[in-house]
T-cell receptor, first 113, second 116 residues
Framework: DAGVTQSPTHLIKTRGQQVTLRCSPK?????VSWYQQALGQGPQFIFQ???????QRGNFPDRFSGHQFPNYSSELNVNALLLGDSALYLC????????????FGPGTRLTVT | AQKITQTQPGMFVQEKEAVTLDCTYD???????LFWYKQPSSGEMIFLIY??????QNATEGRYSLNFQKARKSANLVISASQLGDSAMYFC?????????????FGKGTTLSVSS
């Protein structure tokens, strides 16, 4: 049973560029959440997707957007990258949006230069 | 607003000793959940233990136990018989309860170093 997978593992981008990160949830899970973890900090909630809709959003600007596909996989898009967007981006999945059990993927480390 | 505070940036313990990692929280919701996650250097967040606000007994999972003191708003993690593989970052988190979903709010973490 595959767990949560994320791609790519590492990514280097230049300021002003756009990036897309991908997440496949654990088998049977239909809810995906995204978190940003800056170096030395705890993860911060970006948004959560369920039934292809954004259900909940944290305190992040509109440059951060997402999408969920019919197979429950998800993408996180960040436009107009800033140096401060450099972080580990974690994806978590759960059985449905009210379940407390969230299983995390290994993350994508984004470096913005 | 809900908040998690972890005041210990780093903790050091020897193998086979017990260690307590501190966590205090702030919320006005009567219903909430508290979590501890372990994050090794690989980056993946590993779920360790969960405590619901209405649970009467402290949660335990193998060598992990959660010392839940509701009146003091604390949810400390106790690791018994530490092992070298326990060296990692540990995060306390709280589930934000609302109809929209289940976001987790994390503390800043505590780095645990276990020596032989």
């Amino acid at each position: 049973d595959a767990g949560v997978t994320q791609s790519p593992t590492h990514l280097i981008k230049t300021r002003g560029q756009q990036v897309t990160l991908r997440c496949s949830p654990k088998s049977g899970h239909d809810t995906v959440s995204w978190y940003q973890q800056a170096l030395g900090q705890g993860p911060q909630f970006i948004f959560q997707y369920y039934e292809e809709e954004e259900r909940q959003r944290g305190n992040f600007p509109d440059r951060f957007s997402g999408h969920q596909f019919p197979n429950y996989s998800s993408e996180l898009n960040v436009n107009a990258l800033l140096l401060g967007d450099s972080a580990l981006y974690l994806c978590a999945s759960s059985l449905d949006y009210m379940r407390w059990e969230q299983y995390f993927g290994p993350g994508t480390r984004l470096t913005v230069t | 607003a809900q908040k998690i505070t972890q005041t210990q940036p780093g903790m050091f313990v020897q193998e086979k000793e017990a260690v307590t990692l501190d966590c205090t929280y702030d919320t006005s919701d009567p219903s909430y959940g508290l979590f501890w996650y372990k994050q090794p250097s690989s980056g993946e967040m590993i779920f360790l233990i969960y405590q619901g606000s209405y649970d009467q007994q402290n949660a335990t999972e193998g060598r992990y136990s959660l010392n839940f003191q509701k009146a003091r708003k604390s949810a400390n993690l106790v690791i018994s018989a530490s092992q070298l593989g326990d060296s990692a970052m540990y995060f306390c988190a709280m589930r934000e309860v609302n109809q929209a979903g289940t976001a987790l709010i994390f503390g800043k973490g505590t780095t645990l170093s276990v020596s032989s």
